[in-house]
């Protein structure tokens, strides 16, 4: 084939990727980038939500938000939820998906358990949210009631400070550690089984392998894991605000669920503009830094 | 080949996008056939009308259900879509989204403050006054839900007020053959059930701010001397201090320990759950869900007999007692200019009829509202066996507001927040007090 015609196809491939994209774009433009643009605006006014007039008033919100009831508790419940959340996910997952890719190993069906730890991702947050409310009643919830079985005390899950970011923060995981194991164990199952005999035959024990291929080689679904948690925790409302309703006092009211309270009750929809816009900042830095340090991870075993 | 697959998948995907943005459309274009085929048919068949309703899901939903099909019935033309949403569950978002979609329902639940403010001051509520419905309800409820700018936005599907009941056979057991009926005897009677029962004293809803809100606002009324309104007055005008009045203060530290674990994060129907498994010998709800509450505590208790109401027994020994008090939600009409004459004859139709005593009897009594129509005869009034006798006292009673119908939003939520965290035990009664006077002064704009 001449260079000629080479050119020619390779524009041509362009050509026909470019207008592929033409679809996503606009869908993208649409429902992304409009609402984004709208969503900054309107951080900039008094808008309600309702009626048509809006007034400018500058940073005048950014400036309110730290006199805002509850301010810091609900950044420190936002964070905590996010980091709790994301660690306890990647840790949990991670292991499973270590025993569950064990070949040969025991009896255990390992679809059926990969199945079971899949199907909580299947539901959406609001039945989880109401599922583990009823599970941490105090009075009936299936929690205490196992307590109880086991000679342990009672203990009120949805009302007590510090307990209560623990359980939101377990149900959460719980949802989202059945992705994360698929996406281990795919990560698992491309690992070359060759590199481990070496390693084998070299006189490496079990854990020098896990420490030094293993979770290497495992960086990239690590990093994809790590930030598609993360971004769903921070992005999360349903199911906190299902479970605790923010409750003891303001702890575990995340930052989307003031979103909704100022954009959609309180009747200041540009208040809850920035509020947005905060969130926004926020998660675009957090995966940026976790991009930085875990590609810097990639780069150097990858 | 692969250029030609291009082409095509993408020539499908634009298509398929195009079919999308040419949806809208559509039922502008069924609308014309429709028209185009009514001028065709017979004069005498009339225009099919869809009305929305709109109700938050409470017990009564049957009763609605049953209504609409009523209606239809004896109108084949309009058909009723009836939507219902729990309380909890996003009515006010759902609202705010039909707002901003300019796509209101026809009749819709209203409410003081909140969400109904933001469409009254959108202008999108009708005045009500021109309705003959109007004149079958009391002036009080009418100013209840009269706006600021003299629009009578709602009529009043009935009078709420915060009703005490009592599981006997647990009173009994702990020694009380009678219901308590002041302050003190209320204190010692929780005592005695805490002490010589497994049961606690006293469930409610925290999760249901109004029922959260009857201790502290029926406190308040009992223990500061004032007049009927002054408190409302004192309020709306950012002056009234909670932290004035040590009583308030002590009194809520005095019942806190005496509330069912878990309070705070239960919501109206665990009530009556508790009282059904016999955890608790008492209920501080509404009147509202008499029928379950009562029908709830007769099983624990062993019969109806043994369950008993009163208004909550707040006041001094001697002194009157108070009633906290509402119109229940009532029901208000959209304004839209969109709507056709048939449409809008059809829903003046609808709305007149709801509020036809042997009509909204079905709403009346599937909740053990207390009557707000003038028109109802004492036959179509059943309300349970054990509400009965508060009705008089109720209607008798110095009343005071519920919270809702002056606490604004913002207040709304800084008071429920440290209310929640004091009936769960983790905030002390002066941090409440402290904080509901803080966000008075903060949140000024009450209406």
């Not at chain 1, 989307?256 to 809850?272: C, L, V």
């Not at chain 2, 004192?234 to 009583?247: H, L, N, S, V």
Request: proline share 4%.
């Amino acid at each position: 084939m001449n260079r000629k015609k080479l050119v020619g196809l390779e524009r041509t491939h362009t050509r026909t990727c470019r207008i592929m994209l033409i679809p996503a774009f606009i869908l993208c433009f649409a429902f992304v980038i409009i609402p984004l643009i709208d969503v900054v605006r309107y951080s900039f006014t008094d808008w309600d939500g309702i009626q048509p007039q809006m007034a400018f008033v500058g940073f005048e919100n950014y400036r309110n938000l730290p006199q805002m009831e509850g301010f810091k508790d609900m950044l420190v419940a936002t964070f905590t939820f996010a980091i709790g959340m994301t660690v306890i996910t990647i840790l949990v997952s991670f292991i499973t998906a270590l025993a569950l890719d064990k070949k040969g190993r025991g009896r255990m069906p390992r679809n059926l358990v990969r199945a079971l730890w899949f199907i909580p991702s299947l539901l959406s947050g609001t039945v989880v949210g109401i599922l583990w409310h009823i599970m941490y009643n105090y009075h009936n919830g299936v929690v205490n009631t196992v307590l109880k079985t086991v000679g342990l005390k009672s203990v009120n899950w949805l009302e007590t400070y510090v307990v209560t970011n623990i359980a939101i923060i377990v149900a959460a995981a719980w949802v989202q550690i059945g992705m994360c194991i698929i996406i281990f164990m795919a990560g698992l199952q491309g690992i070359s089984a060759d590199i481990y005999e070496a390693a084998t035959i070299d006189g490496a024990t079990d854990r020098q392998q896990l420490w030094s291929i293993t979770v290497p080689m495992m960086a990239p679904s690590i990093t994809i894991n790590v930030i598609t948690t993360t971004i769903g925790a921070f992005k999360a409302y349903e199911l906190p605000y299902f479970i605790s309703k923010g409750m003891p006092g303001y702890t575990t009211l995340l930052l989307t669920g003031r979103i909704s309270f100022y954009a959609f009750k309180a009747g200041k929809y540009g208040y809850g503009s920035a509020l947005a816009v905060i969130l926004v900042l926020i998660i675009a830095l957090f995966s940026l830094l976790e991009l930085l340090i875990l590609r810097k991870r990639e780069d150097i075993y990858g | 080949m692969k250029k030609l697959l291009a082409v095509l998948l993408s020539a499908a995907m634009i298509l398929g996008l195009a079919a999308c943005a040419s949806q809208p459309a559509a039922p502008a274009a069924t609308e014309a056939a429709t028209t185009a085929a009514a001028t065709e048919a017979p004069a005498a068949e009339a225009e099919k009308v869809t009305l929305e309703l709109y109700c938050v899901k409470t017990e009564n939903l049957e009763a609605w259900q049953e209504l609409e099909r009523r209606f239809e019935a004896l109108y084949p033309n309009v058909d009723i879509e009836l939507i219902t949403l729990e309380f909890s569950s996003g009515s006010s978002e759902f609202i705010t989204a039909r707002i901003a979609a300019d796509d209101l329902p026809d009749v819709l639940q209203v409410s003081q403050g909140g969400v109904t403010s933001q469409l009254l001051d959108a202008g999108k509520i009708e005045d009500l006054k021109r309705f003959k419905a109007a004149d079958s309800i009391p002036q009080v409820y009418k100013d209840l839900l009269t706006y600021s700018d003299g629009t009578l936005f709602g009529l009043a599907q009935g009078a709420a007020f915060a009703t005490m009941y009592y599981n006997m056979d647990i009173l009994e057991k702990a020694g009380w053959t009678t219901i308590p009926t002041n302050w003190d005897e209320l204190i010692q009677c929780c005592k005695d059930v805490k002490e010589k029962t497994d049961a606690a004293p006293i469930v409610t809803s925290g999760q249901h701010g109004t029922l959260l809100y009857f201790t502290p606002e029926l406190i308040a009324a009992h223990v500061c001397g004032l007049g009927q309104n002054e408190y409302e007055e004192q309020f709306r005008a950012g002056k009234f201090d909670w932290t004035a009045y040590p009583e308030i203060e002590q009194r809520l530290e005095e019942i806190q320990p005496y509330f069912i674990t878990g309070a705070a994060s239960m919501v109206e129907d665990d009530i009556a759950t508790m009282m059904a498994d016999g955890a608790a010998a008492m209920a501080l709800a509404g009147n509202w869900t008499a029928a379950s509450v009562c029908d709830a505590t007769a099983e624990a208790a062993g019969g109806m007999d043994k369950v008993k109401a009163s208004l909550p027994p707040f006041n001094k020994a001697g002194e009157a007692t108070w009633a906290s008090v509402a119109p229940e939600d009532g029901f208000g009409i959209t304004k839209d200019a969109k709507r056709s004459p048939a449409e809008q004859e059809a829903l003046e139709t609808f709305y007149e009829w709801l509020y036809l005593p042997e009509n909204f009897r079905c709403i009346q009594n599937s909740s053990g509202s207390v009557p707000v129509l003038t028109t109802f005869t004492d036959d179509q009034i059943v309300l349970p066996e054990p509400i009965v006798p508060v009705v008089a006292p109720m209607n008798a009673a110095p009343s005071i507001l519920m919270g809702f119908n002056i606490w604004t939003t913002e207040y709304n939520d800084a008071a429920k927040t440290v209310l929640l965290d004091w009936i769960s035990g983790n905030a002390t009664a002066k941090q409440v007090v402290d904080t509901m006077w803080e966000a008075e002064q903060k949140y000024p704009k009450n209406k």
